[in-house]
């Protein structure tokens, strides 16, 4: 049973430049959402897609889109990358929504460095 | 923002000693969810405690919470050397649909 997998695991890209990872969930979720994690510092929500529309949103800029696939993979797109956009993005997947969030299982995550 | 914040941001101790991280929060929440790091990769779910819960065990794990003083504590038995990681508790806030506020860590050294 595959787990929650990300690609790439590791990119390099200069300012002004844009990029996109990907996820796909684990088997039988239907629920993306995607973190971001500087260095030192736990994960901040980015957003959430569940039926291919995003749900809830983090407190990021609107340079941060995703897509979710209605095989329910997922896309996350930065545009116009700061320095400041160097992280690990984790994305994590789950079953439906609630009102409770419950376990959330996450990819091994794509290191994003902005040079 | 950080919703949740660790003590303490690091702890270093022997194979066989006990290990205490500590959660302290802002908000209410649905339940509170401790997960690993290891070296920065992706994270590992330990245990989840719903707010009406007051102490957990899972294995060598043992989580509290106590919601008036909005803290919980993960407590590790017997720690091994294998338990070197980076803890995160994560609060599901009452009223949120689907995210999780993560504190920002505390990273444990174990040394065999």
């Known amino acids: 049973d595959a787990g929650v997998t990300q690609s790439p695991t590791h990119l390099i890209k200069t300012r002004g430049q844009q990029v996109t990872l990907r996820c796909s969930p684990k088997s039988g979720h239907d629920t993306v959402s995607w973190y971001q994690q500087a260095l030192g510092q736990g994960p901040q929500f980015i957003f959430q897609?569940?039926?291919?529309?995003?749900?809830q949103r983090g407190n990021f800029p609107d340079r941060f889109s995703g897509h979710q696939f209605p095989n329910y993979s997922s896309e996350l797109n930065v545009n116009a990358l700061l320095l400041g956009d160097s992280a690990l993005y984790l994305c994590?997947?789950?079953?439906?929504?609630?009102?409770?969030?419950?376990?959330?299982?996450f990819g091994e995550g794509s290191r994003l460095t902005v040079l | 923002s950080q919703q949740g914040e660790e003590d303490p941001q690091a702890l270093s101790i022997q194979e066989g000693e006990n290990a205490t991280m500590n959660c302290s929060y802002k908000?209410?929440?649905?339940?509170l969810q401790w997960y690993r790091q290891n070296s920065g990769r992706g994270l590992v779910h330990l245990i989840l405690i719903r707010s009406n819960e007051r102490e957990k065990h899972s294995g060598r794990l043992r989580v509290t919470l106590d919601t008036s003083k909005k803290s919980s504590s993960l407590l590790i038995t017997a720690s091994r050397a294998a338990d070197t990681a980076s803890y995160f508790c994560a609060t599901d806030a009452a009223g949120n649909t689907g995210k999780l506020i993560f504190g920002q860590g505390t990273t444990l050294q174990v040394k065999p």
């Open positions: 897609y569940y039926e291919e529309e995003e749900r």
């Open positions: 994590a997947s789950s079953y439906g929504t609630t009102s409770n969030t419950g376990e959330l299982f």
């Open positions: 908000t209410s929440i649905n339940n």
